[in-house]
């Protein structure tokens, strides 16, 4: 028995050591997926070498981790001149919790198998050249997913908006789908099967139709940005009851109209950002902006609204940017303000 001539100093190193010793190394089944995930690939931008000369444990590889059991939670392959399809190995690594695949010249579709993931939190697959429509809802799924952050912006997405998709989402957080090609209208189920959501970038696609009064049902929404489509109709007033809102976005929609409600907007006193310029609002601006103390930037520029410049306005002392021009506002910036106020055009309006 060697224990007795061990001090117990050096045992407790040697356990330390052995319980801090690399996790164990992948499994043969897990490697072997992400070997087809790289042959899926059309130009892998140097990662088989990289992968090679890191020996056959791939947990080891750049760009993965593993778990303790030495199944694959991760992938981080951000930048890596990735170019060719997402292969459907991918979603065999079952462990998976965040994928980034963002910034390579990825092309084809989304695995719905990837969306629909029993395991994935986190799938970034922004500013690539990923096509197609985004997966709808597939009849086999009927239970909620993980899902919390999908960022899909900055691609070649097209077709249909997904309406039923969203609703196995229960989890999201963060929804970006920016940038793309998507038409059809924002579908009315999102903020009421995906309550968490804090984050919704929809901007610069083709959505048409009206703003669904659902929205404000998400109660937990900081970000809301849905300018550069073709949206019409007004602001449903629902939307003010989304008060965590800091960032309210809707520019360049050219068909959304009516007045801003005073006693609506100073529901959003947390709001920092208020953008919707480029399209038909009318009315004054509400004596009650000034209530928006936290209020950084006013972007009502290229509308129709008319009247004469709150003189409250003059206590929203954060306000940084105001952006006004072509309208048909009266009244003076300069008696409100002692900060700079940019005004992209010159006075008056
Ligand atoms: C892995 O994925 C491929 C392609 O989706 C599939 O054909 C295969 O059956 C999956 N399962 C295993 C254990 O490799
Ligand atoms: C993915 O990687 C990029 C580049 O490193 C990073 O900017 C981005 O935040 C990552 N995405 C997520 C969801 O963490
Ligand atoms: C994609 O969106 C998520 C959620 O907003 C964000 O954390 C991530 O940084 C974004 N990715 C890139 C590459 O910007
Ligand atoms: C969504 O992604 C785009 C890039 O594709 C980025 O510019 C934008 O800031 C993101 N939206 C939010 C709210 O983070
Ligand atoms: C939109 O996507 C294209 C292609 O990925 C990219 O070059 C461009 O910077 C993106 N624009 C924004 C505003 O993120
Ligand atoms: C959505 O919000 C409205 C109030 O704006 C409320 O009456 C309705 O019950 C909410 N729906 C859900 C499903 O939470
Ligand atoms: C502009 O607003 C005025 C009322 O202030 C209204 O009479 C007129 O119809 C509006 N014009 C457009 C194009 O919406
Ligand atoms: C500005 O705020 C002060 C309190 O901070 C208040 O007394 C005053 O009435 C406000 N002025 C306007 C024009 O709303
Ligand atoms: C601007 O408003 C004034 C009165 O406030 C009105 O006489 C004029 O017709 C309006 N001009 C336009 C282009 O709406």
């Not at 993931?117 to 986190?122: G, M, P, T």
Request: a negative charge; glycine letters at 8%; aromatic letters at 6%.
């Amino acid at each position: 028995m060697c224990s007795f001539t061990v001090p117990p100093a050096v045992l407790q190193l040697f356990l330390l050591l052995f319980l801090a010793s690399p996790a164990t190394a992948c499994t043969e089944q897990e490697k072997r997926n992400l070997l087809q995930f790289l042959a899926g690939l059309s130009s892998d931008g140097g990662l088989a070498t990289s992968w090679c000369n890191n020996g056959a444990d791939c947990c080891e590889w750049e760009g993965i981790s593993c778990n303790g059991d030495g199944a694959v939670t991760g992938v981080s392959l951000e930048s890596k001149g990735l170019e060719g399809p997402i292969s459907p190995f991918l979603t065999n690594l079952t462990s998976l919790l965040h994928i980034n695949l963002s910034h390579n010249s990825l092309s084809g579709g989304l695995p719905a198998e990837l969306m629909f993931s029993r395991s994935i939190i986190v799938l970034d697959v922004s500013f690539s050249r990923l096509n197609g429509p985004l997966p709808e809802l597939p009849s086999l799924v009927t239970t909620d997913r993980p899902l919390q952050v999908l960022n899909i912006s900055s691609n070649q997405f097209g077709s249909e908006f997904p309406s039923a998709t969203w609703k196995v989402m229960k989890n999201l957080i963060a929804l970006n789908t920016s940038n793309n090609s998507f038409s059809g209208h924002i579908p009315s189920s999102l903020c009421v099967s995906s309550p968490s959501l804090a984050l919704l970038d929809l901007s610069y696609n083709q959505l048409s139709g009206d703003i669904p009064n659902t929205l404000g049902n998400c109660s937990k929404l900081k970000v809301l940005k849905a300018g550069n489509n073709h949206l019409s109709g007004i602001l449903p007033v629902e939307i003010f009851h989304a008060t965590s809102l800091e960032y309210l976005s809707f520019p360049n929609n050219g068909g959304l109209q009516g007045e801003l409600d005073g006693a609506h907007i100073v529901k959003l006193s947390s709001l920092l950002i208020l953008d919707l310029g480029g399209n038909s609002f009318s009315g004054a601006i509400p004596e009650s902006i000034g209530q928006l103390r936290r209020l950084e930037e006013l972007h009502l520029g290229s509308n129709n609204m008319s009247g004469e410049l709150p003189s409250t306005m003059s206590n929203c002392t954060n306000l940084k940017t105001i952006d006004l021009k072509i309208n048909n506002l009266t009244g003076d910036l300069g008696k409100q303000f002692d900060c700079t106020a940019v005004v992209s055009q010159p006075f008056p309006w």
